[in-house]
């Protein structure tokens, strides 16, 4: 082969991968740079240091994330969901600043949300929690429910749900910020369905899409000591709880379609927690999309009862 071809050759590969290069790079400043404009804070604990932002006004909500996110992507998932409310969103475990525990297990990020609740002086609250963040929210109610009001999980990791499981070893490969970057880069649509959990030909509109761009970039950067806590030990640890031991008022809502985690897994454990109300949305995947209003009133509705009120109404 001529030297001339083997150099343009080289060029050929060289070039495009210095463009993706200075792309990561662009991107991944623009992630910082969204971080940044969080006004994050950090507070000591038995465990470490557990980081939290707050926004808004109001009564407070606690609000605990899933997955790949973090504080600011808590504030992110309730942003018009919770009008006129403090919102307070640690990152758990292995997050952002938030410490990893040699021994962390989803009791001891109870402990550490019980923990934030004493450094701001918050007696009791009501707790909303998305995704993965439910196996921790859960043993909050287990174990300090004199600091849950009401407890809402939205679209939850639960007992007997696919993502309720210890995810092969391979997973810590494909978990991380450069494989997941190449997979929005290379094959937006792929990851829309993936971290949305929409079904095939799912139509958004452009709000919609707007804002599951939005929540895609909050994912980034990727804390891989946060994700592997959930990918391998916190996500299965929900099946093992007593879930018939919860004492506080309890909202699930699930949609039908939801290609992440699973509505039935829902609705079986709302039978189980006594007094449990149970929400079914025809539509809308792991984000819940196009059912804002829905879930805004059903959480406005939810909160508003007193303890002594809620009667195991299940609604569907």
């Not at 709880?241 to 309890?250: A, K, Q, R, W």
Request: aromatic share 6%.
């Amino acid at each position: 082969m001529k030297p001339s071809l083997v150099a343009a050759l080289g060029a050929g590969v060289a070039l495009p991968a210095f463009g993706l290069s200075l792309r990561y790079r662009s991107d991944m400043n623009a992630a910082r740079a969204r971080l940044a404009a969080v006004d994050r804070h950090v507070v000591s604990a038995e465990c470490g240091l557990v980081e939290y932002a707050e926004q808004g006004g109001g009564e407070p909500v606690l609000v605990v994330h899933g997955i790949f996110h973090n504080c600011a992507g808590g504030l992110l998932s309730v942003r018009d969901l919770v009008p006129n409310r403090r919102v307070i969103a640690p990152s758990r475990f292995g997050y952002l600043g938030s410490s990893m525990p040699l021994d962390a297990t989803p009791a001891h990020q109870a402990d550490a949300l019980a923990a934030l609740l004493d450094a701001l002086g918050i007696d009791r609250i009501d707790v909303i929690c998305e995704s993965a963040g439910a196996t921790s929210a859960l043993q909050l109610a287990l174990r300090h429910p004199e600091r849950v009001t009401h407890l809402a999980v939205l679209v939850g990791n639960l007992p007997g749900s696919p993502t309720a499981v210890v995810q092969p070893s391979f997973a810590k490969l494909l978990n991380r910020q450069l494989p997941l970057w190449v997979l929005r880069t290379v094959a937006p649509s792929m990851m829309v369905r993936l971290v949305a959990g929409l079904p095939k030909g799912f139509a958004m509109s452009r709000e919609d899409a707007r804002f599951v761009t939005e929540f895609i970039d909050g994912l980034f950067p990727v804390s891989p000591e946060g994700v592997d806590f959930d990918a391998f030990v916190s996500n299965a640890a929900v099946n093992d709880y007593h879930l018939e031991g919860i004492s506080v008022p309890t909202l699930i809502v699930h949609t039908k379609d939801d290609q992440v985690a699973s509505h039935d897994a829902s609705q079986r454990a709302a039978e189980r927690i006594p007094g449990a109300r149970f929400v079914s949305l025809e539509s809308g995947g792991h984000l819940m999309i196009g059912q804002t209003k829905i879930v805004r009133d059903e959480l406005a509705d939810f909160f508003a009862e007193r303890s002594d009120r809620r009667a195991g109404r299940v609604a569907s």
